[in-house]
């Protein structure tokens, strides 16, 4: 089975119990990395993942909360010595900006710094962003303040699907997104330009027929999230979960 690790849940802001949302997935082989918004190698350390071991990383958008832990991750893997390349996949709107932000801290003049590629994913339905011996994953543009995707990851080692929507507001291609997918995580950051209620994250899974929800992307300063689940299940009667930090689901 594959599974996926929630290392953060929030949205923009964060507290000190919900980092920004990001997450590692995981199958067999190699594990990948969702989003940076802080730096994640204390977490997949406790983890028993070895820096070594993530070999690719996808980037949805270039804001902060998803971008900003880049710069100390890379640095941090230099310094315990990393050689082994590193993949980096993402829209040109966000590579472009983080091979700029990159250059700002001079990472050209860190000697013996272990390869990074990037590799640009089309700003279309279904563009392929990555295959290996677990995954097959597609990126969807969503709806939000910039040039943004979604991703949908297909287990080929059993058939099942999870569809992570990323920070979108409701549009017709995320109901393709999330079609019959086995595991639907979607933003809960509120409606509104750019983002998601729980309860239209509810519609989503329900015209998309997915077999589970789990929110995620939710504001916690000074706020309590839980009873967004019951906001959900006035428009999806199916299994709905609140992702935290540290969550660990099968698919």
């Known amino acids: 089975m594959a599974r996926i690790i929630i290392l953060g849940s929030a949205a923009a802001v964060s507290d000190a119990e919900h980092d920004n949302t990001h997450f590692i997935l995981e199958g067999e082989s190699a594990p990948i990395l969702v989003d940076c918004g802080s730096n994640p190698l204390g977490k997949i350390h406790k983890l028993g993942i070895g820096d070594e071991t993530l070999q690719d990383m996808i980037l949805t958008h270039f804001h902060p909360d998803h971008v900003s832990g880049v710069p100390n991750m890379l640095m941090h893997m230099w310094l315990l010595g990393r050689k082994a390349p590193l993949r980096i ?64 990851i297909e287990n080929k080692r059993n058939g099942k699907v999870l569809a992570y929507s990323c920070d979108t507001e409701p549009i017709p291609p995320m109901l393709d997104l999330a079609r019959d997918a086995d595991v639907l995580i979607h933003e809960a950051a509120g409606k509104g330009f750019g983002h998601s209620s729980a309860a239209q994250a509810g519609e989503i899974a329900a015209e998309a027929r997915a077999k589970s929800l789990y929110l995620i992307h939710y504001q916690v300063w000074n706020t309590d999230p839980t009873p967004l689940v019951a906001e959900a299940r006035t428009t999806y009667d199916g299994p709905i979960h609140l992702c935290e930090d540290f969550d660990e689901y099968e698919f």
Not at 106 to 127: G, K, S
Not at 140 to 150: D, N, S
């Open 89 to 152: 996949y993402g829209l040109n709107h966000c590579v472009n900006r983080v091979e700029d932000m990159m250059m700002f801290f001079a990472w050209d003049t860190w000697p013996n710094f272990f390869p990074v590629t990037f590799h640009r994913i089309l700003e279309r339905n279904n563009a392929p962003v990555l295959d290996n011996d677990d995954f097959r994953i597609f990126a969807y543009p969503t709806k939000h303040f910039i040039p943004t995707i979604g991703l949908r």
